[in-house]
T-cell receptor, first 114, second 110 residues
Framework: DAGITQSPRHKVTETGTPVTLRCHQT?????MYWYRQDPGHGLRLIHY???????DKGEVSDGYSVSRSKTEDFLLTLESATSSQTSVYFC?????????????FGPGTRLTVL | RKEVEQDPGPFNVPEGATVAFNCTYSNSASQSFFWYRQDCRKEPKLLMS???SGNEDGRFTAQLNRASQYISLLIRDSKLSDSATYLC???????????FGGGTRLMVKP
């Protein structure tokens, strides 16, 4: 299995509070991604990074920000959590970022916003 | 219309059965295609890539039909351990931006 960890694995928070999720990899892969998975929608890309301090928006980026100050860490921040952000969040990594490149996923973080 | 569509199932099959899933995609410019497997409350894992010529990996066979824009996955001699959700995944551009279908749930019964 690829060396990807996510923290925390579970979190319950209240509407309006800031939340930061962490993704850590030991594979030295250049590309990192944040997805959310909701029933009926499949996985949807929130943000991705193609290098240290290089990030871009995905399909559902509103309400989320990211930062990547080191190759191994990719942080996802919900500045002011809303109930619609209750979801399972997966981090993924890939080596080359080409169309045929495999993405490897972390174990996920279950976030509940009350 | 969703970019990648799958029948959510569940497909309930007995052990040893052959089962097939289809997936359709809307973007004719899609370049790469994959099947991922996701166990309950776990992360998705790559099952196999899908090539234009079709490809096989043990009991699993994947086919791509570009003209009709659909991808298929065939599982022969189903095992209990095949029970999972199978995600159809498409890469739509030159970068590594994946679009996921909602998944098809398979339940293999003794």
């Amino acid at each position: 299995d690829a060396g990807i960890t996510q923290s925390p694995r579970h979190k319950v928070t209240e509407t309006g509070t800031p939340v930061t999720l962490r993704c850590h990899q030991t594979e030295n892969h250049r590309y990192m991604y944040w997805y959310r998975q909701d029933p009926g929608h499949g996985l949807r890309l929130i943000h991705y990074s193609y290098g240290v301090k290089d990030t871009d928006k995905g399909e559902v980026s509103d309400g989320y920000s990211v930062s990547r100050s080191k190759t191994e860490d990719f942080l996802l921040t919900l500045e002011s959590a809303t109930s619609s952000q209750t979801s399972v969040y997966f981090c993924a990594i890939s080596e080359a970022g080409t169309s045929a490149d495999t993405q490897y996923f972390g174990p996920g973080t279950r976030l509940t916003v009350l | 219309r969703k970019e990648v569509e799958q029948d959510p199932g569940p497909f309930n099959v007995p052990e040893g059965a052959t089962v097939a899933f289809n997936c359709t995609y809307s973007n004719s410019a899609s370049q790469s295609f994959f099947w991922y497997r996701q166990d309950c409350r776990k992360e998705p894992k790559l099952l196999m890539s899908v090539y234009s010529s079709g490809n096989e990996d043990g009991r699993f066979t994947a086919q791509l039909n570009r003209a009709s824009q659909y991808i298929s996955l065939l599982i022969r001699d189903s095992k209990l351990s095949d029970s999972a959700t199978y995600l159809c995944v498409v890469n739509n551009n030159a970068g590594n931006m994946l679009t996921f279908g909602g998944g098809t749930r398979l339940m293999v019964k003794p």
